[in-house]
Nanobody, 128 residues
């Protein structure tokens, strides 16, 4: 059973930074599409960033471009989300997700339903 365990969430003031980590077990993430999603209260879960096949392709939603960076350490089987210049609207539960279904890089940010494995989430709260 694949497990994804997130950490690194917390509370920061606007303009601050946080780094989220997601450790995967059982399968190597270097052959996966790994994504970070977020869900704010009363809103649908949305994709934020994703990385495919060891970093050959990355995907960013427009609202986080230039502020968030996804990376991974294959030796640690860990994917990171570095978040800078945080805004109150970034407040949400952040989820790590993984998919090993792709044989080539997706043309666009893969939808939620393409990810078969999810972590339990880590809360990020940004105060103004």
């Amino acid at each position: 059973q694949v497990q994804l365990v997130e950490s690194g969430g917390g509370s920061v003031q606007a303009g601050g930074s946080l780094r989220l980590s997601c450790v995967a077990s059982l399968y190597t993430i270097s052959s996966a599409c790994m994504g970070w999603f977020r869900q704010a209260p009363g809103k649908e879960r949305e994709g934020v960033v994703a990385i495919y096949s060891g970093g050959s392709v990355t995907y960013y939603v427009d609202s986080v471009k230039g502020r968030f960076t996804i990376s991974q350490d294959s030796a640690k089987n860990t994917v990171y989300l570095q978040m800078s210049s945080l805004k109150p609207e970034d407040t949400a539960m952040y989820y790590c997700a993984a998919s090993w279904r792709f044989t080539r890089a997706p043309m666009t940010f893969p939808p939620t339903e393409d990810f078969g494995y999810w972590g339990q989430g880590t809360q990020v709260t940004v105060s103004s």
